[in-house]
Nanobody
């Protein structure tokens, strides 16, 4: 059973930084398609960043140059470093894992950026 547990969300002022973590279990961490998606109030869930098993990384257009996704295979943990946060980055951030053809989601962590 794949489990994803996010942490690190919170309230931050615009221009500040946060680092999200996603602890994964029950999955072959370093060969998966894993990433972060986010959902703002009243909007659809959208891609923030994904990292493929081979190491290829893709970012959503709105976060390029500000967010950095990384993983620690030894700790089975995925990270999202978020810098220069903007009010429009506010939302729930979800960890995502695709393992053996099945999609898995964490419970989400709230990020609120104040002006």
């Amino acid at each position: 059973q794949v489990q994803l547990v996010e942490s690190g969300g919170g309230l931050v002022q615009a221009g500040g930084s946060l680092k999200l973590s996603c602890a994964a279990s029950g999955t072959i961490f370093n060969f998966n398609f894993m990433g972060w998606y986010r959902q703002a109030p009243g909007k659809q869930r959208e891609l923030a960043a994904v990292i493929l098993g081979g190491g290829t990384i893709n970012y959503g257009d709105s976060v390029k140059g500000r967010f950095t996704i990384s993983r620690d295979n030894a700790k089975n943990t995925l990270y999202l470093q978020m810098n220069n946060l903007k009010t429009e980055d506010t939302g729930v951030y979800y960890c995502y894992d695709r393992f053996e053809g099945t999609d898995y989601w964490g419970q989400g962590t709230q990020v609120t950026v104040s002006s």
